[in-house]
């Protein structure tokens, strides 16, 4: 036997030990039994049983069968009410002026308040007519009764005179006699099962009336009717869904219209994936207000956040609205035509890049003649594989050069070895230097051809496309020159802001045109000036609208562009551009692209396409190199017997001579190797140009300058 001690004052149904206050100690008691627990109280069983019904997936159905045949009921009769009331009055044409009003169609209103008058007139006319029907119903009944019954009379003599029967003269008039016997035997009969049935078909009317409309919560409806894919976009859906965002003006506004709402309504278009419509606003709702409710108006409509777009069109008071089917948007598009027609090739002042597909399934083409182009976005969301899309398409024009500086590092440019010039891959700082250096060789190189232009009007050059992938790391670069100047930064010592600045200031005029991509705008790494100076910008998902604006602008975002409101790891790939090179819907700033996605292996069997287009281009990978080269007998060299040869065609040869050298030397840098020396290029006829006997003289000058030294 086992002893159990419990305290006295213990209540087994709570967690609390403490006795009375009126006890100084708790006594202890020592049983044989296991004490005696207290009973659960009623309301904890019956609060218990309750949320197990109402958890119970039978009584959620019968609760949805009950809801649901109800709603119908209330729904119908209200419908049916309606109906009528519309019939009897002129309610109908009241909404149709007070919405024709809020539409500013004062024509229409007009129209419709004659129609509402010649209702009422005609009303009027009836209920007059009233007042005399009595006298005319009794002049009208007196004479069809007597004619009836004279003309059974003449028909029973007719009877009578065939049949030879003078009582067949009244056997017409007995058989309507009868006829009416019968009717009144049959409504007597009739009467009663009249009465109980017809309140019960009443309701059956307005039942069916309720189930055609779906007149109840959505939760209530069967499986068959409840879409679990949004419902199909109607006016009405669109404009309950108006209506309930919880703009007052709106919403009463709406309520006055009455089922005539539709009337803010375009015409519902096809568009792709979804549907299109313009909705007019009556006065006094903003369009901002309607596109701050994007989430709110989505749901309404049945639709996720990301399947609502809406955009301001060039009519004043109007937004657009694109809702797509439910779960269009998370189905991949088709492969880049790059990928599936390997006949595809590139121009670079007439084509247009297959960049992806719009919203409406129609194909994305870019044109990037002589525009800057930016794209950003967050971390891996498809930034690279947009830009480095376009590059593949513009390598199979073998006239367009490339410079290529891949900050990340991580081989997605690889293949454009052997294509583009100039191939810097790392995330270093050295490799930052490098790729600053580069730019600030290609405006070098702009420089020069800005210079010829003014000798040669007609002259043409070949484009050079300057990448910069990761440009952030760029603009964050904290290393300095010798001179002391930063590398990074977004001031106007910063080397790279600076080179990136003039390019997007002069380089479209002679083909020199900046590419970048960087993540995560900032003021600090993506600054104002440089980004103002894209002529192509385009976003993936950014973190904030005020991310959204530095990417793309404030009037592309205050008219619609919500590159923040995309889905993080989602809406991979998906990208709201801003540009002229795009077609853009009229009367918007900006469209959103779905870019086709091109993977490591198809994208390196497009650059061996581009390679064969090309003849085997050389490219040069930036190395570091121990040796040093003698400059001056390099260039001594590359002149040969020539008297004299242009500076450009001096370093074009020096290039070829070691390209890892020579690749960053420029008409600056020869000049400053020849003045070292007490020489410098000279102009003949009207071109820079290095001669010869310079040459040898400042190697003459070098070495007599070096056995002076050493004989001291």
């Known amino acids: 036997m086992t002893e159990n001690v419990v305290p006295l004052f213990k209540n087994p149904t709570t967690s609390t030990d403490e006795p009375p206050a009126e006890a100084a100690a708790p006594v202890l008691i020592v049983?044989?039994?296991?004490?005696?627990?207290?009973?659960?109280?009623?309301?904890?069983?019956?609060?218990?049983?309750?949320?197990?019904?109402?958890?119970?997936?039978?009584?959620?159905?019968?609760?949805?069968?009950?809801?649901?045949?109800?709603?119908?009921?209330?729904?119908?009769?209200?419908?049916?009410?309606?109906?009528?009331?519309?019939?009897?009055?002129?309610?109908?044409y009241e909404r149709m002026i007070r919405a024709a009003e809020a539409a500013g169609n004062y024509e229409a209103a007009a129209d419709w308040e004659a129609r509402?008058?010649?209702?009422?007139?005609?009303?009027?006319?009836?209920?007059?007519?009233?007042?005399?029907?009595?006298?005319?119903l009794?002049?009208?009944?007196?004479?069809?009764?007597?004619?009836?019954?004279?003309?059974?009379l003449l028909v029973g003599i007719a009877l009578a005179i065939a049949t030879k029967d003078p009582a067949d003269v009244v056997t017409p008039l007995m058989a309507l006699v009868d006829l009416i016997h019968f009717l009144v035997v049959f409504v007597t009969v009739m009467w009663g099962p009249l009465v109980a049935v017809g309140p019960w078909l009443a309701l059956a009317g307005v039942w069916a009336v309720g189930r055609h409309r779906q007149a109840a919560p959505n939760w209530a409806l069967p499986a068959t009717a409840r879409s679990t894919?949004?419902?199909?976009?109607?006016?009405?859906?669109?404009?309950?869904?108006?209506?309930?965002?919880?703009i007052g003006p709106l919403r009463n506004a709406i309520k006055e219209m009455g089922d005539a709402g539709a009337s803010m309504l375009g015409p519902i278009r096809i568009a792709g994936c979804g549907v299109e419509v313009d909705v007019t606003l009556p006065s006094g709702v903003a369009t901002n207000e309607v596109q701050n409710k994007r989430r709110k108006l989505a749901e309404n409509l049945t639709r996720h956040e990301h399947e609502v777009f809406i955009t301001i069109p060039e009519a004043a008071r109007t937004v657009r609205l694109w809702i797509a089917d439910s779960g269009a948007l998370d189905e991949p598009i088709g492969p880049s035509p790059l990928v599936t027609d390997e006949t595809l090739t590139a121009n670079y002042k007439t084509g247009r890049a297959p960049w992806g597909q719009d919203l409406r399934g129609d194909a994305a083409e870019l044109s990037v003649y002589q525009r800057h182009l930016l794209v950003t976005g967050l971390s891996n969301q498809g930034k690279t594989a947009a830009l480095r899309a376009l590059a593949l398409w513009l390598a199979l024009d073998r006239t367009v050069q490339f410079w290529i500086a891949d900050l990340k590092g991580?081989?997605?440019?690889?293949?454009?070895?052997?294509?583009?010039?100039?191939?810097?891959?790392?995330?270093?700082?050295?490799?930052?230097?490098?790729?600053?250096?580069?730019?600030?060789?290609?405006?070098?190189?702009?420089?020069?051809?800005?210079?010829?232009?003014r000798q040669n009007p007609t002259v043409v050059f070949e484009p050079l496309i300057v990448v910069v992938d990761e440009a952030q790391?760029?603009?964050?670069?904290?290393?300095?020159?010798?001179?002391?100047?930063?590398?990074?930064?977004?001031?106007?010592?910063?080397?790279?802001?600076?080179?990136?600045?003039?390019i997007h200031n002069q380089g479209r005029a002679v083909d020199v045109l900046m590419w970048q991509g960087t993540q995560d705008p900032t003021d600090q790494n993506l600054p104002k000036l440089v980004r103002e100076g894209a002529h192509t910008r385009a976003s993936l998902v950014v973190g904030t609208e005020s991310q959204a604006e530095m990417a793309l602008g404030a009037k592309a975002v205050n008219a619609g562009a919500a590159p923040h409101l995309l889905r993080q790891g989602l809406d991979k790939g998906t990208l709201v551009v801003a540009s002229d090179g795009i077609t853009i819907p009229a009367g918007q700033a900006s469209i959103t692209v779905r870019t086709h996605f091109i993977d490591d292996e198809p994208a390196a069997e497009i650059a061996e396409r581009a390679k064969m287009l090309r003849n085997g281009a050389t490219t040069l990978r930036v190395i570091e190199r121990d040796e040093e080269r003698d400059a001056l007998a390099d260039v001594a060299a590359v002149?040969?017997?020539?008297?004299?040869?242009?500076?450009?065609?001096?370093?074009?040869?020096?290039?070829?001579?070691?390209?890892?050298?020579?690749?960053?030397?420029?008409?600056?840098?020869?000049?400053?190797?020849?003045?070292?020396?007490?020489?410098?290029?000279?102009?003949?006829?009207g071109v820079m140009v290095v001669r010869r006997d310079d040459v040898a003289r400042a190697l003459a000058n070098r070495d007599a300058g070096g056995s002076a030294s050493a004989s001291q």
Not at 231 to 243: F, N, Q
Not at 476 to 498: L, V
């Open 116 to 136: 509402g008058a010649a209702f009422r007139a005609a009303r009027h006319k009836r209920r007059m007519d009233l007042i005399t029907s009595p006298e005319r």
């Open 410 to 453: 991580i081989g997605d440019w690889a293949p454009f070895d052997g294509i583009a010039k100039i191939l810097i891959e790392g995330p270093s700082d050295s490799h930052c230097i490098q790729a600053t250096e580069m730019v600030e060789d290609a405006v070098e190189e702009m420089n020069r051809r800005i210079e010829e232009r």
């Open 639 to 685: 002149i040969g017997d020539a008297a004299r040869l242009r500076t450009d065609e001096v370093l074009k040869r020096l290039h070829a001579l070691d390209t890892a050298v020579y690749r960053e030397w420029n008409n600056g840098r020869l000049k400053r190797l020849l003045e070292e020396h007490g020489e410098e290029p000279k102009k003949s006829h």
């Open 473 to 502: 790391k760029a603009f964050m670069c904290p290393a300095k020159g010798e001179d002391g100047r930063p590398y990074g930064g977004a001031k106007a010592t910063s080397r790279y802001f600076m080179a990136v600045r003039e």
């Open 31 to 92: 049983v044989d039994e296991p004490p005696m627990v207290r009973p659960v109280p009623l309301w904890v069983r019956t609060g218990h049983t309750a949320r197990t019904i109402a958890t119970h997936e039978r009584t959620r159905t019968a609760a949805g069968v009950v809801v649901r045949h109800g709603s119908y009921i209330l729904g119908g009769t209200r419908v049916v009410a309606k109906r009528a009331w519309d019939g009897r009055t002129a309610a109908r």
């Open 229 to 246: 894919d949004g419902e199909p976009i109607t006016p009405s859906i669109v404009v309950k869904a108006l209506r309930d965002l919880g």
């Open 138 to 152: 009794a002049k009208n009944a007196a004479y069809g009764t007597g004619g009836t019954i004279g003309g059974l």
